[in-house]
């Protein structure tokens, strides 16, 4: 999402506090990928061995992640005196408006689940969540500021941490596209925007603004903060799948073993989940949960009898709704989000 004032501009969009850990999950992943099984593989492996992670459709508030453009967003967040706060819906409309706290719950709204992804994830990676928005259509608000439809060619959004970015107006006026003040239930938390957020299903977390103050219907084609440093503008979500259990280097006991995970397809669902137990040679399809929205991740199981005991270099991919394959080159997450496949050493100790 947001990243920390006074970076450098080829500076990822994480707090700096956040980039041993990234760089960590980073060895992990290539450990993954380029261990294979032989000794030294199989001692450096171990020293990064990652636990299971529990996998559930809904991230808890408390569990989701956080990346802010600032270190003070969240405490300037906290002295928002929401009687006094406004949105200000201005720029090549014949209305504008100025709406409050009482303003926006007194609109017509609507729930979304919806999956929120950190530009910033590496394959295998945690910054990503889903929850249960509620709030008030875009599309509805632009209309009712009578945005002008020929003029128009962004949406800015611009926060009070002093964050920035747009989207096009022809997304904007789309009927997914919501101004959330609701999350899992529960007022948006200070950390995740309070009063009110942008949702953009399928775009990465740079483009879902936070602490929205001002709306912006713009004639031209505007740049946002991270853009401003070179960072892509599409903002497109990558095809992204994950293990969550067995973890890398778990020693697995039984004739059968129960792998799980998450995909997401950014834009659009996901139709097929495959692992390999032979780094990729071959693949087995997986059964997929059925998603309860079509913006949001989906959880994959495979039941596993391994052929004999040993290390299996175990690769999961993903493949969304309008067939395309999610991409295995291995790219960083600048400018556009990182690709490749999450891969993690399964060890049968015996059978």
């Known amino acids: 999402m947001y990243n920390q004032k006074n970076m450098k501009n080829n500076e990822s969009p994480l707090f700096m506090r956040r980039r041993t850990i990234i760089k960590t999950l980073g060895l992990v ?11 030294v593989g199989s001692v450096f492996g171990r020293m990064f061995a990652i636990p299971p992670r529990e996998t559930t459709y809904f991230t808890p508030n408390s569990k989701f992640y956080v990346v802010n453009y600032a270190d003070s967003a969240v405490s300037i967040s906290r002295e928002v005196n929401i009687e006094q706060w406004k949105v200000h819906v201005k720029g090549v409309v014949n209305t504008p408006l100025s709406l409050g706290w009482r303003d926006i719950l007194n609109r017509d709204s609507y729930d979304q689940v919806s999956t929120l992804m950190c530009i910033d994830t590496l394959p295998g990676g945690d910054s990503l969540g889903t929850a249960t928005w509620r709030g ?8 009712d500021a009578g945005a002008d439809e020929e003029a128009a060619r962004d949406v800015i959004f611009r926060g009070i941490d002093g964050y920035d970015d747009s989207i096009p107006f022809s997304r904007a006026m789309q009927d997914d596209v919501m101004i959330a003040f609701l999350m899992n239930g529960e007022k948006l938390p200070k950390e ?3 009063p009110i957020r942008l949702i953009v299903p399928g775009l990465y977390g740079i483009k879902n603004v936070k602490w929205i103050t001002e709306i912006e219907v713009y004639p031209g084609d505007y740049l946002g903060y991270w853009q ?17 259990s067995p973890g890398h280097y778990q020693t697995l006991r039984g004739p059968v073993q129960k792998f799980r995970g998450i995909a997401f397809g950014g834009p659009h669902s996901i139709s097929k989940v495959e692992l390999s137990f032979d780094a990729g040679r071959t693949w087995n399809e997986c059964e997929i949960e059925p998603p309860m929205s079509p913006y949001s991740w989906v959880i994959w199981n495979y039941a596993w009898a391994a052929p004999k005991a040993g290390k299996f270099q175990t690769v999961v991919r993903a493949i969304d709704t309008k067939g395309q394959l999610q991409i295995a080159e291995i790219v960083r997450p600048q400018p ?14 015996e059978l």
Not at 136 to 143: A, E, H, T
Not at 336 to 349: C, F, K, M, P, R
């Open 29 to 39: 992943a290539t450990a993954g990928i380029t261990g294979g099984c032989d000794a």
């Open 136 to 143: 008030i259509s875009l599309k509805k608000l632009l209309q």
């Open 192 to 194: 995740h925007g309070f």
């Open 336 to 349: 556009a989000g990182a690709s490749g496949l999450h891969t993690i050493i399964s060890e049968i100790a």
């Open 228 to 244: 401003r440093k070179g960072w892509t503008d599409d903002a497109t979500i990558k095809i992204f799948s994950r293990i969550d």
